[in-house]
């Protein structure tokens, strides 16, 4: 699969894939059912890098928390719907491992080491928590356990040795705080127990809302992956477009078009979708014909996940053994990183008692 690798100076390079000595993690928060954004920036690259490497998708409900306090039951039902999520669109178990946050232990105990390496500056200048915090009005009142999920991230990624982290750009700053931690326990343990991980990009641009502003849940501008084909159409209608472009045969802008935008995240055809956008452009080309193929290739996309996800929900049992069979795999390999990071720390000789 074709995708940016960032390097560990930050300089961007191509890479065809990734090695298969790769250790891949990732992971979503489950504040809702995943959308056509994440099926474009993350879940397609993690089917393509499926069987290729270790990898595992890390359900972090523990980080969902640090900002839906009290919305506890919430979050406890969304790590269900993600599961199933990843398991309709062919995510599966045998291959990459599930795995629940708030399950491994382990993440938590290297959390709290690794606070004692990060300044409250460092962590007030990580720019994505710094938009984070203005979004979510929180001026000086931060909780203290959002303002440090990027080292609980960090626990995430460095307890399981993972050198490959697919995630879209926002995270980049998380996995710079992680390659700071590992340094830091690396260079005052003096043992080299902790691996630095690259960021892998996806090769798709961040997919707009269905209003041309950035695809959140808490906006409604988001097409679910489990979207029924009637919210699809009221989705796809509602799509901005071009304002400019009011009759058919009136000329119209292909940039900052959302239509076209999902059409190049989606159209299998890619030759057509070039000759559409020349009659776009040109005039001659309706909005609504537009939108009926992008309506078409979606619902192809999306017919059989809908399917599949509508027969996996009807056993709730098999996705809760996918999870406990994923948290067992987990906790093996998180449990084994902290133990010798718990011994690089001299945390781990018997304590006399006298
Ligand atoms: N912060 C990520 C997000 O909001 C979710 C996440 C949690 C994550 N732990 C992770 C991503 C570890 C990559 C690796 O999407």
Redo the contacts with the bound molecule.
């Keep these: 699969m074709s995708a940016t690798i960032l390097s560990r100076s930050g300089a961007k390079q191509r890479r065809s894939h990734a090695d298969a000595t790769d250790v891949i ?5 489950p504040t809702g059912s995943l959308h056509l954004g994440h099926y474009a920036g993350s879940l397609r690259s993690r089917l393509a890098l499926q069987g290729q490497c270790a990898q595992t998708l ?1 359900i ?1 409900d523990l ?1 969902a928390l640090t900002d839906s306090t009290g919305r506890a039951a919430d979050v406890a039902r969304h790590v269900t719907e993600v599961a199933l999520d990843y398991l309709a669109v062919g995510i599966d178990p045998a291959l990459t491992t599930i795995a629940v ?1 708030s399950r491994l232990s382990a993440l938590a105990e290297l959390t709290l080491l690794y606070l004692n390496l990060v300044t409250v500056a460092r962590l007030e200048r990580n720019p ?1 928590v710094k938009a984070e915090v203005e979004l979510r009005g929180f001026e000086r009142d931060i909780p203290v356990g959002f303002l440090c ?1 990027p080292v ?2 960090a626990a ?2 460095s307890g399981f040795r ?1 050198t490959l ?4 750009d ?2 980049l700053p ?1 996995i710079e705080q992680t390659n700071e931690i590992v340094r830091r326990v690396n260079r005052l343990t003096g043992t080299p127990v902790l691996p630095e991980c690259r960021a892998l990009l996806s090769s798709t641009p961040r997919l707009p809302g269905v209003d041309g502003r950035k695809a959140s849940k808490s906006l409604g501008n988001a097409i679910p992956l489990t979207a029924t084909t009637d919210e699809f159409r009221r989705l796809v209608r509602a799509m901005y477009t071009d304002p400019g472009h009011v009759r058919a045969s009136d000329p119209g802008c292909v940039e900052g078009n959302v239509v076209f935008a999902y059409l190049d995240a989606f159209d299998p055809d890619a030759t057509t979708v070039t000759e559409l956008k020349a009659r776009y452009r040109g005039g001659g080309l309706g909005d609504v014909a537009l939108k009926r193929r992008l309506e078409d290739v979606l619902e192809a996309l999306v017919g059989p996940i809908r399917a599949r996800r509508a027969e996996l929900a009807r056993d709730r049992s098999y996705v809760m053994d996918v999870l406990r069979a994923g948290n067992e795999r987990a906790n093996a390999i998180t449990e084994g990183v902290l133990r010798d990071v718990r011994a690089a720390f001299s945390l781990d000789a018997p304590v006399k008692s006298r």
Aim: glycine fraction near 8%; avoid cysteine.
């Design positions: 993690l990732t992971g979503d928060r890390l972090a980080q946050q994505t999920y609980s991230q995430d990624i993972a982290v697919p995630v879209g926002d995270q998380m």
